[in-house]
């Protein structure tokens, strides 16, 4: 049995125009995608620009969502953080307000060595609650392969692991080399992903489409190809942009069009080129049109 099995969205966080957090607004989202049928939330994670909160922002925005669930769903929390200590205070965080597991990347800031991987996941092991490690290669130095995800396995709490490689036949590795549940990480393989074996879907796009999304993923998991199949090539222009650096400013301005705004994005990031949004504003009106076969 999956832990966290079905789409669970990686939660933006909502800014005012002035770039502060608006509560009141995530509150509103976290609530209308649940009403919208995912499976559960995660929040603090890339997509949740959590390295451009403060630790007090970052704190409340966990409780915030997990206030807003009430229950109804699981909550998944994102732990990036610089050092092991850090990750280990976000996930001791997390489970005292009451989440259901956590999201946790290898260490970040330089490309360690396996034993560190290893020590850094024990010592998270510790706190005591379920965690999804978070295989990210594309943006981070270390790449969590299938041999060492099954030396993870081992650990007593690590239950699962978010596949970012954007290969889907590490599904097939990871199942094979331990009993890991896989999360598929990157949105533009939501069909290809559950159509292996992946139980969860880690989602970026479905902040602006729940419904399209958790449709998509069960009739994959169910292996109703030829009903996911015209949905899925409408979604997936929209999808290529979960795995672009300007995922978040992209995604944002899914939203936008959705008729759930999120504001701004925080700088560093910036908004998006005028091109860039008419090719994203196309896609999403060509995602949104009634699916044809």
Do not use: C
Not at 50 to 77: N, S
Not at 168 to 193: F, K, T
Not at 220 to 244: E, N
């Amino acid at each position: 049995m999956a832990h966290f099995p079905g789409v669970y969205v990686a939660i933006v966080t909502p800014f005012t125009d002035q770039y502060e957090v608006d509560y009141q607004r995530l509150h509103e989202l976290s609530n209308w995608l649940i009403e919208k049928g995912v499976h559960g939330l995660v929040p603090a994670g890339s997509l949740g620009e959590y390295a451009t909160l403060t630790a007090a922002e970052r704190a409340k925005v966990v409780e915030t969502v997990i206030k807003a669930a009430a229950g109804r769903v699981p909550v998944v929390v994102g732990t990036g953080a610089p050092s092991t200590k850090q990750v280990v205070e976000w996930a001791r965080h997390a489970k005292e307000a009451g989440a259901a597991g956590v999201m946790a990347l290898p260490p970040v800031s330089y490309k360690p060595l396996e034993n560190e991987i290893i020590a850094h996941y024990e010592a998270l092991s510790g706190v005591g609650i379920p965690i999804i490690a978070y295989n990210n290669p594309r943006d981070y130095p270390t790449d969590l392969t299938p041999v060492l995800l099954a030396k993870l396995s081992k650990l007593e709490n690590v239950v699962g692991v978010k596949e970012f490689s954007g290969d889907v036949r590490r599904v097939h590795d990871i199942l094979r080399e331990s009993d890991l549940e896989v999360m598929i990480g990157v949105d533009d393989l939501a069909m290809e992903g559950p159509i292996a074996g992946a139980t969860g879907w880690i989602s970026g796009v479905p902040n602006a489409l729940p419904e399209q999304g958790v449709k998509l993923f069960e009739w994959a998991r169910a292996g109703k190809v030829d009903q996911a199949l015209p949905l899925y090539r409408q979604l997936l222009p929209l999808f290529h942009y979960d795995a672009s650096p300007q995922l978040v400013q992209a995604i944002k301005y899914m939203m936008e069009l959705a008729g759930q705004p999120a504001g701004p994005t925080r700088p560093p990031r910036l908004p998006l080129a005028q091109a860039d949004l008419a090719a994203i504003k196309q896609a999403y009106e060509d995602a949104v049109r009634p699916v044809t076969s």
